[in-house]
């Protein structure tokens, strides 16, 4: 198999004001959210990374991203450099991320004219791709209505859409179904499925055992900023279930029982 995705001891600190060291009950003024971190994604496969909050998953894949930099290490996307090539990857991903926020007075239809001009895509290009993905998740009924007045549900699908409006081969999401109901997380879920039948990568960060179990073919296990396992699903899970071997490992790399 093809390394679609690698990354190369990828580390992150961040500095912790008074605020936050007292939150977290620590004097110590630096975090390190992602240390010494390297693994490998394959092409045409979909790989979960699992962890606790405050793991490092969503550090790491704003690092891969480019969203941030990492202060050691390297990541490369198809063969390009996170650090070096920002720009080039940024076209070779789609990124969904609960943290992206849909201003509330626009519609669909304005938001997805605009990322499809940020990404350059041509005009007859668009307006076929945007048929398509809107009759898909059946925002079409609510093209023209404006953000304030959708469902999450229905968010959580634009912002789908616009994530992979310029059809990337690599597509990382970063808890893809947070938050949504049974439904709409279903149809988010049956979806990365096809993108793994067309051949595309995806990297889904998440804590839930199930969607991981469902969706994957590999997983990495980030714990505390360190990726303490990675292997294929099938071998993970030869003897035991996700969980029970997360927290053998969580236990052992926090040094406490649950």
């Known amino acids: 198999m093809n390394?679609?995705?690698?990354?190369?001891?990828?580390?992150?600190?961040?500095?912790?004001s008074a605020k936050q060291q007292k939150l977290q009950k620590t004097k110590a003024k630096t975090l390190t959210a992602v240390n010494n971190l390297s693994f490998e994604a394959y092409e045409g496969e979909?790989?979960?990374?699992?962890?606790?909050?405050?793991?490092?998953?969503?550090?790491?894949?704003?690092?891969?991203?480019?969203?941030i930099k990492a202060?050691?290490?390297?990541?490369f996307v198809d063969g390009s450099s996170v650090k070096t090539e920002a720009g080039v990857v940024r076209g070779k991903i789609g990124f969904l991320t609960s943290e992206l926020k849909l201003e509330d007075f626009f519609t669909p239809n304005y938001l997805f004219d605009f990322f499809a001009k940020l990404?350059?895509?041509?005009?007859?290009?668009?307006?076929?791709?945007k048929e398509e993905l809107f009759s898909k998740f059946g925002v079409d009924k609510f093209a023209?209505?404006?953000v304030a007045n959708l469902s999450t549900g229905m968010k959580q699908k634009i912002s789908l859409i616009i994530s992979i409006i310029h059809d990337p081969n690599v597509i990382i999401f970063d808890e893809p179904t947070n938050g949504l109901d049974v439904l709409t997380a279903k149809v988010v879920t049956d979806f990365l499925y096809e993108l793994r039948e067309q051949g595309?990568?995806?990297?889904?960060?998440?804590?839930?055992?199930?969607?991981i179990e469902k969706l994957c073919d590999r997983v990495g296990v980030i714990i505390n900023g360190?990726?303490?396992?990675?292997?294929?699903l099938e071998n993970v899970t030869k003897e035991k279930s996700l969980e029970d071997i997360f927290f053998d490992l969580y236990e052992e790399s926090a040094g406490q029982t649950i």
């Open 46 to 67: 979909i790989f979960g990374l699992l962890g606790p909050n405050g793991a490092g998953k969503t550090t790491t894949l704003r690092i891969l991203a480019t969203l």
């Open 200 to 211: 595309k990568s995806v990297i889904v960060s998440t804590h839930i055992f199930s969607l």
């Open 226 to 232: 360190n990726m303490v396992l990675c292997d294929t």
């Open 144 to 146: 023209e209505v404006k």
């Open 119 to 129: 990404h350059h895509i041509p005009e007859d290009v668009s307006k076929k791709r």
């Open 3 to 16: 390394v679609i995705l690698r990354t190369e001891g990828l580390s992150k600190t961040f500095k912790l």
């Open 71 to 75: 202060d050691s290490g390297d990541a």
